[in-house]
C-alpha cells in the first residue's frame, strides 16, 4: 500500500492543453520513466429527482458516478457529504431503474485520458482531462 496524490496542473503560457501534457510527458521520458500503458476515468454526476424533494426551495443532493480503466469490473459511487460505494459496473444498469430518484445531469460527464508511466518506485499518470469534446485541463496523479 502506498500513497497516491492527485493534482491539477496549470496549462504552460502561450501553449494549448494538449501542447503541455506533450512537454510533460517528454520531460518525463527524458527522465527515463516507461510508457505502462494507458489509463481512463469518467465520472458523471446525478441529482436527486425533484420528485423526491419534499418541499420547495429544498436544495437535492449530487451523486457522482466514475469508472476507471484500472479497476474495470467495478464502478465508484460517491454521494456528497455521505458514503462511498463500490459496485460491480451493473450499477450503471440499476441507476436507468432509478432514474425517478437519480437524474443525469445535462453535459455533466467528465473524463481523463492519459499514459501511464513507471518511474523507479513512482507510478505517474498524466493526463488530459474533457468535459464533451473540449479539453478542461491536465490531471497529474503519482503513486509510490
Request: proline share 3%.
Amino acid at each position: 500500500m502506498g500513497v497516491t496524490c492527485v493534482s491539477q496542473m496549470p496549462v504552460a503560457e502561450g501553449k494549448s492543453v494538449q501542447q503541455t501534457v506533450e512537454l510533460l510527458t517528454r520531460k518525463l521520458e527524458m527522465l527515463g520513466a516507461e510508457k505502462q500503458g494507458t489509463f481512463c476515468v469518467d465520472c458523471e454526476t446525478y441529482h436527486t429527482a425533484a420528485s423526491t424533494l419534499g418541499s420547495q426551495g429544498q436544495t437535492g443532493k449530487l451523486m457522482y458516478v466514475m469508472h476507471n480503466s484500472e479497476y474495470p469490473l467495478s464502478c465508484f459511487a460517491l454521494f456528497e457529504n455521505g458514503p462511498c460505494l463500490i459496485a460491480d459496473t451493473n450499477f450503471d444498469v440499476l441507476m436507468v431503474k432509478l432514474k425517478g430518484f437519480f437524474q443525469s445531469a445535462k453535459a455533466s460527464k467528465i473524463e481523463t485520458r492519459g499514459t501511464r508511466y513507471q518511474y523507479c518506485d513512482f507510478l505517474v499518470k498524466v493526463g488530459t482531462v474533457t468535459m464533451g469534446p473540449s479539453a478542461r485541463g491536465i490531471s497529474v496523479e503519482v503513486r509510490w
